[in-house]
T-cell receptor
C-alpha cells in the first residue's frame, strides 16, 4: 500500500530553470494538497484540489502552477525557479470520511 | 499568515516525564488535528478532535480543545525517546468543495533517555 508518492526526492535547480514535482495517491481520495515547509515556518499551503479538474490557490501560490489531470495525480510546477523557493515540498491527500490527511515523504528542492 | 501557533517552539524533557504542547488558532473550526513529524520525514496523523468535543484520548495522547479560547493542548504521558519529533496542530477551513488545512509552526520535542 504505497499511499502518497512524491518524486523526485531531491533536486538542485539553477535560478530560472523549470521543473515539475510529481505526486500520486492510490487511496482514491478526492482532495489533494501541496505544501512547502521552511525552517521555523511550519507548513504553508501552496495549492489544493477538491477533485479531478479543479484547483485553488492556498496561502503562498505565487511562482507555482499545478495540474490535476486525474484523480490520482497532482503535480506542482515551478516555471522559473528562484532561491526563495528552496524548501521541502509535501504532497498530501485527504480521506473525506475521516478528515485525515496523508502525506508523502517530501521533496527537497534547492535553487542556487 | 499561520492559522495555528504552537508553543513552546522547543521542549526538552527526560524519558518518563509528560510533555505538554499548546496550539492557538484564529478562526472558527470544524475540527483540529495533531500531527507528528520525524526528522526528514512526512507528517503522520495522531489524533483529531471535533469542535463539539472538549477532550479526547488515544493511548498515551490526550488532547483538549477550548473553542472559547481558540486553543488546544496535546499531552504525551510517560514520554519515550522514540517520541522525539516535531508536533503540529492543523485546523480546517471549508473552501471550494473541500477543506483547507492550515498548520501551525510546530513544537520540537526532544526526549532524553
Amino acid at each position: 500500500n504505497a499511499g502518497v508518492t512524491q518524486t523526485p526526492k531531491f533536486q538542485v535547480l539553477k535560478t530560472g530553470q523549470s521543473m515539475t514535482l510529481q505526486c500520486a495517491q492510490d487511496m482514491n481520495h478526492n482532495s489533494m494538497y501541496w505544501y512547502r515547509q521552511d525552517p521555523g515556518m511550519g507548513l504553508r499551503l501552496i495549492y489544493y484540489s477538491a477533485s479531478e479538474g479543479t484547483t485553488d490557490k492556498g496561502e503562498v501560490p505565487n511562482g507555482y502552477n499545478v495540474s490535476r489531470l486525474n484523480k490520482r495525480e497532482f503535480s506542482l510546477r515551478l516555471e522559473s525557479a528562484a532561491p526563495s523557493q528552496t524548501s521541502v515540498y509535501f504532497c498530501a491527500s485527504r480521506d473525506a470520511s475521516g478528515n485525515t490527511i496523508y502525506f508523502g515523504e517530501g521533496s527537497w528542492l534547492t535553487v542556487v | 499568515s499561520q492559522q495555528g501557533e504552537e508553543d513552546p517552539q522547543a521542549l526538552s524533557i527526560q524519558e518518563g516525564e509528560n510533555a505538554t504542547m499548546n496550539c492557538s488558532y484564529k478562526t472558527s473550526i470544524n475540527n483540529l488535528q495533531w500531527y507528528r513529524q520525524n526528522s526528514g520525514r512526512g507528517l503522520v496523523h495522531l489524533i483529531l478532535i471535533r469542535s463539539n468535543e472538549r477532550e479526547k484520548h488515544s493511548g498515551r495522547l490526550r488532547v483538549t480543545l477550548d473553542t472559547s479560547k481558540k486553543s488546544s493542548s496535546l499531552l504525551i504521558t510517560a514520554s519515550r525517546a522514540a517520541d522525539t519529533a516535531s508536533y503540529f496542530c492543523a485546523t480546517d477551513r471549508k473552501a471550494s468543495g473541500t477543506y483547507k488545512y492550515i498548520f501551525g509552526t510546530g513544537t520540537r520535542l526532544k526526549v532524553l533517555a
